[in-house]
């Protein structure tokens, strides 16, 4: 069996107003979360990070949870079971994105909450995956 390993992040800001996500646009045009395999002895939390800062340039983060992996098949001239380790991150301020295009990215924005359910791709592994990340913010009283 082919297997694969990333990790990524969902990157989270609250200003005075409520909680905003960082989505991005993908190669195939979905809205989603950076991510990106791991480098040779990297740990996963690293992978993350590193992943977040080339694919979308944000920086200074501060980590708040591990979130449950998502696993899926998808087929790339052999099928590959994919595992990702998705890690819940905050911003202290509402950094400006700036995309990675020669990874396909064409866009990533901070969207408020309930847009980001209506809005993200991928339904089936990244809307658990937003409501889980909900459940794990500090203070939550306003999403």
Do not use: C
């Amino acid at each position: 069996m082919n297997t694969e390993v990333s990790a990524g992040g969902i990157i989270v800001y609250k200003g005075t107003g409520s909680w905003r996500v960082l989505i991005m646009k993908d190669q195939s045009g979905n809205w989603t979360f950076p991510k990106g395999k791991i480098e040779k002895g990297e740990h996963l939390l690293d992978t993350a990070t590193r992943e977040i800062e080339e694919e979308v340039g944000l920086n200074n983060l501060t980590y708040v949870a591990e979130l449950t992996p998502t696993m899926y098949w998808y087929f790339r001239k052999k099928s590959i079971k994919k595992t990702v380790h998705y890690f819940l991150f905050r911003s202290k301020t509402l950094q400006t994105p700036h995309v990675q295009v020669e990874e396909g990215i064409s866009e990533a924005q901070w969207v408020e909450w309930k847009h980001a359910e209506r809005m993200i791709g991928y339904p089936k592994t990244n809307v658990p995956l937003l409501e889980q990340a909900y459940t794990k913010l500090p203070g939550r009283k306003s999403a």
